[in-house]
């Protein structure tokens, strides 16, 4: 059968499209690979004869040396065949290739030495077998090296006029991963010439890694990037897609004033686990804002959620959308999406709808936490285990235009679905609450203190296992600052910024719902569990650094306009009470709150009031969540419509 034909009846998933020179060196590798080797066994056998008996053959000697040439020949092939050496990459050639050769040797030298004993006389003298085993196991060796530097170093120096030259930062192992991957991968694989490192502290200054100058970045010995430019011409910075986002926010403004494009490049373990593949992205905004990976106790998480019945509401918004798919992933008995949005609810039908989901029975109830008559019948019918109540409203100027509404989903709706979880026997109950909750100054966040005051008073009357997770904003989510900053430098500017000094804690949406999950496991009934936020993030500073990633300038092609504060918001967020000040880490990002249970009669009477003052208005709204608020905080809150009106 000819080559043609053969490619021809390979399966489809098989066959490639075209076949191109370098398929065909791979394919007939072992053209090349097998006559060198032969050359190097046949050579290193007649110099191990020439160097025992000092390069003077006798004719005796000479003949018994060439009649057993094919011999030792075939038994060296044998020997390498059986060890599967030829089957090993000489590309990417590795320490354990170079144990199967000299595994391969011995093997061959012990066979000879066998040999000899079986005649009356020597096949192979003695010293001809250890000198020749040396000298194999150095040429042989000496060809696999010298192939992948070939490929490494003769064949990418070669070629470097047509990539771009490149810096990467940081020494650590991700750094030096993506280095190798570089030096390794194909030439068509990349478009990287790697020029150098970045680092900050992590080595000297004119040290060297892999024969590349290490560059430091701090204040003693600051990069002159013009001039690096200048040397080099348009030159890229690769950063591991680990760094952290402070390191990359203090990367950005310089590269950008230097016109050095910085991308994204992921680790050998994100390739690893088939995440990414082996190329650069453009910077993000999470990118500026990424902490140290979660180190969660899966077992603790699955034990909870994986066979479990789970329902979560909202489950169609931006915290809520990514706990299905996460806790989807945890391979729970059934999911049931709760959610008031038809549009929402629809769209995370969509997208499992395109997954395997497995065995996974999916349920999706759109409906109001309000409606008791609903909530009833779904508990009733699907019996869930555990619950997740994300619905709420969150938009802070809105609630103080509307308090009823904040009074009625906020709060009224999590007392429902609290109160259905209590009635039908759930086991576990998550409230997701908000650090506008502590000490608020705005309707909204009254609106959650008083959520999680219900909680923590049902949680003393109740089997079920109540328990809060506070944090503060995360990224992407509906309504927040990332898309709105995003649409306006779309639109070409201005970006508004409310103020200045203005500051925000930030994580990401996934990163969020990992730690809700932990919460839920750790936690105990009753207690609020507070996430590290890392270190507050100015939002004038957010938004200069999204005009950088835009590949735009402030104030040249953007401008930022502050608008003063709007009602309720506050300059700084805060996570914690005063009485929570010295509040323990029960894991490495979960901290564990005060938990100053108020009686259940006393918040039932709270929130009854906040319903009965709901129904008379805006106004009476207001005066009643002034006076409910000052009985559960440290500090006096006056909403400010109620200011404007005095």
């Known amino acids: 059968m000819n080559r043609s034909r053969l490619i021809d009846d390979l399966p489809v998933a098989f066959a490639p499209t075209k076949v191109t020179h370098r398929d065909r060196m791979m394919r ?162 990349h478009l990287y010439r790697l020029i150098g490192f970045v680092v900050n502290g992590e080595e000297t200054t004119g040290s060297r890694i892999g024969g590349q100058p290490v560059y430091q970045l701090d204040q003693q010995s600051d990069i002159d990037w013009q001039t690096l430019k200048s040397r080099t011409g348009a030159v890229n910075l690769l950063i591991p897609g680990d760094t952290p986002g402070n390191i990359v926010r203090e990367l950005l403004p310089a590269c950008a004033a230097a016109g050095i494009k ?117 508990f009733s019918e699907h019996k869930p285990q555990l619950v997740f109540h994300a619905a709420a409203y969150k938009h802070v100027p809105l609630m103080e235009d509307n308090p009823q509404a904040a009074v009625l989903n906020n709060i009224l709706g999590t007392k429902a679905v609290a109160d259905a979880a209590n009635e039908h026997g759930v086991d576990r109950f998550v409230l997701i609450s908000t650090d506008k909750a502590v000490r608020p100054t705005s309707v909204m966040g009254a609106s959650k203190l008083m959520a999680e005051k219900y909680i923590q008073s049902l949680s003393g009357i109740s089997e079920t296992r109540y328990i809060t997770v506070r944090f503060g904003n995360v990224l992407d989510s509906m309504g927040s600052v990332v898309p709105t900053f995003r649409k306006q430098i779309a639109d070409g500017g201005p970006i508004t910024v409310t103020h200045p000094e203005m500051n925000r804690f930030f994580m990401t949406i996934p990163e969020a719902v990992q730690l809700v999950l932990q919460a839920g496991a750790i936690g105990y009934t009753g207690s609020v569990l507070i996430l590290d936020m890392g270190e507050p993030v100015k939002i004038v500073d957010l938004a200069l650094d999204m005009i950088l990633l835009s590949g735009l300038k402030f104030p040249d092609d953007i401008d930022i306009v502050f608008t003063g504060l709007r009602p309720g918001e506050k300059l700084y967020e805060e996570l914690f009470y005063s009485t929570e000040a010295g509040a323990k880490k029960v894991h490495d990002k979960i901290y564990s709150g005060e938990s100053n249970t108020a009686s259940y009669p006393s918040v039932v009477a709270d929130i009854r009031h906040l319903e009965e003052a709901a129904n008379h208005g805006r106004e009476a709204t207001l005066q009643a969540f002034k006076e409910v608020v000052a009985q559960h905080t440290d500090r006096e809150w006056i909403p400010s419509r109620l200011k404007k009106a005095a």
Request: hydrophobic share 45%.
């Open 28 to 189: 007939h590798r072992l053209a090349f690979i097998l006559p060198a080797c032969l050359l190097m066994y046949g050579l290193s056998y007649c110099l191990a004869y020439y160097i025992r008996f000092e390069f003077s053959l006798s004719p005796e000697r000479l003949q018994m040396m060439l009649t057993m040439l094919p011999v030792v020949l075939a038994i060296k092939l044998i020997s390498a065949f059986c060890w599967r050496e030829f089957s090993r990459s000489f590309r990417h050639v590795s320490v354990e290739d170079l144990l199967v050769v000299a595994a391969s040797t011995i093997s061959t030298a012990c066979f000879l030495w066998a040999a000899n004993g079986l005649g009356s006389s020597a096949l192979v003298p003695r010293s001809v077998i250890c000198i020749d085993a040396v000298l194999t196991l150095v040429m042989i060796s000496t060809l696999r090296a010298v192939y992948r530097v070939f490929y490494e170093v003769t064949l990418p120096y070669m070629q470097q006029h047509e990539k771009q030259p490149t810096l990467i930062y940081g020494a650590r192992q991700p750094s030096i991963g993506i280095m190798r991957m570089l030096n390794t991968a194909s030439s068509a694989d």
């Open 262 to 378: 910085v991308n994204v490049i992921p680790t050998v373990n994100d390739i690893v686990d088939g995440r990414y593949k082996l190329s650069a992205r453009d910077l993000q905004v999470s990118d500026l804002l990424r902490r140290e990976p979660n180190v969660l106790d899966m077992a603790a998480i699955q034990k909870y959620v994986t066979g479990h019945r789970v329902l979560i509401t909202g489950g169609a918004g931006s915290i809520g959308s990514e706990l299905c798919r996460q806790v989807a992933d945890l391979k729970p008995e059934k999911l049931i999406v709760f959610d008031q949005s038809e549009f929402g609810t629809f769209s995370i039908e969509q997208e499992f709808a395109s997954r395997n989901m497995g065995d996974l029975e999916i349920v999706y109830v759109v409906a109001d936490v309000l409606d008791d008559h609903m909530l009833d019948q779904v």
